[in-house]
């Protein structure tokens, strides 16, 4: 199959997990031999991670500015070459890329399939544009897309809230290479970090409001002084929320306790993932968040809140779910620092889970017959 992947950048430090996701399944997909290409722009764009791609085709943009990331040139080369593809794969909400794909592909009655990838929720910044970005485009790419694809029972939810019928709605969970989270060094991780060798409780993910990782701080104040020989650490990509979050950790006492870093990736996020007693996911609101299954991949047992939409790994007996609060976070925090049996038990669950479920081979696959399927209904 031709297959075109629409996404409005393939950023490695600011494009999170969805970015992630459509970036490891074009490469999947060329690898289990089919032509794939992917169509963005050039936002955050970096030539030595596009190259990671292999044997993947990248058409790139530019575009108006920053705040309107409006592709310039877009409408010319969908216009050229929109039909030599057998399916498109509209990837995320909320951007202008897809909106102007999305009308060029009913005008030329070319079938294709939507990923919101848990961004149908109006949250966050620019809700007044997200209303009318939904009330325009949303409603109807959900409800005229071929298949729709959900990450997790709630997505699910939220497209049958626009419309979209049940028989057309197909769940397809993030995936994991297991290889890429094989590397283990925890001396080189702390020097380079300039981290001692006290127990780590680790967190990565954007900072920001919706990723919790205030939360977790004021958690880990409640709970602190039981357990003197622990500190926090944190990676993320700064969302205007990183000054705010210095500032409560230096309110509460805790700037020898918990310590604040950039973003973070390759064999240095494998080597923090292995480094770290437990790994906390304190989101107000995620998908199926991909660091959860790196996290898992490697082996670190995982406490979430009921917000992260991951309640499988519980079931497994490899993570926690709590409650997403202070208090939630406190407890699960208590619990589970208290038992280092249950920790590396917990551990060993996660990633026996993970890699026996959530490999990228397999989920590839699971793509591949729903574009098979929905371009049989063109």
């Not at 089919?34 to 764009?45: A, D, K, M, P, V």
């Not at 049958?160 to 989270?181: C, M, Q, T």
């Not at 993932?273 to 609101?285: K, M, T």
Request: charged fraction near 20%.
């Amino acid at each position: 199959m031709r297959i075109l992947n629409v996404i409005m950048c393939l950023d490695p430090i600011a494009g999170g997990g969805a970015v992630e996701r459509i970036y490891q399944l074009s490469k999947y997909l060329a690898m289990a031999g089919q032509e794939c290409t992917i169509l963005t722009t050039r936002q955050g764009w970096d030539e030595t991670h596009v190259r990671g791609l292999g044997n993947v085709q990248v058409v790139h943009f530019p575009y108006i500015s920053e705040r309107y990331k409006i592709p310039i040139g877009l409408s010319g080369w969908l216009n050229s070459h929109l039909a030599d593809f057998d399916i498109v794969h509209l990837a995320l909400n909320w951007t202008m890329i897809n909106a102007i794909t999305y009308r060029y592909l009913r005008r030329m009655g070319r079938p294709y399939v939507m990923s919101a990838m848990g961004w149908l929720a109006i949250s966050g910044r620019s809700r007044f544009f997200k209303h009318v970005y939904r009330r325009i485009y949303t409603s109807k790419m959900v409800r005229n897309a071929k298949r729709c694809i959900a990450i997790t029972q709630r997505e699910e939810s939220d497209y049958l809230s626009f419309g979209v019928h049940a028989d057309r709605i197909v769940r397809i969970p993030n995936g994991i290479d297991p290889v890429f989270f094989s590397a283990n060094n925890d001396e080189a991780f702390r020097a380079h970090y300039g981290l001692d060798a006290r127990p780590i409780i680790l967190f990565v993910g954007r900072i920001d409001p919706v990723k919790g990782p205030d939360l977790l701080v004021r958690a880990f104040k409640r709970v602190a002084g039981s357990f003197p020989n622990h500190q926090v650490v944190i990676f993320g990509n700064d969302l205007n929320f990183l000054s705010e979050l210095k500032t409560m950790v230096r309110n509460l006492d805790l700037e020898n306790r918990i310590r604040l870093f950039g973003h973070i990736r390759g064999v240095e996020l494998s080597w923090a993932y292995h480094a770290a007693d437990l790994f906390v996911i304190p989101s107000r609101y995620d998908t199926m968040t991909i660091v959860a299954l790196g996290a898992a991949a490697s082996g670190t047992p995982i406490l979430l809140t009921d917000r992260c939409d991951f309640v499988e790994l519980q079931e497994a007996g490899g993570g926690l779910v709590v409650g997403c609060s202070v208090e939630g976070l406190e407890n699960g925090l208590r619990q589970l620092l208290g038992d280092p049996v249950r920790l590396r038990l917990m551990g060993q669950k996660a990633k026996e889970f993970v890699v026996s479920q959530y490999q990228w081979v397999n989920v590839c696959q699971q793509f591949i017959d729903v574009f098979q399927s929905a371009r049989s209904l063109a």
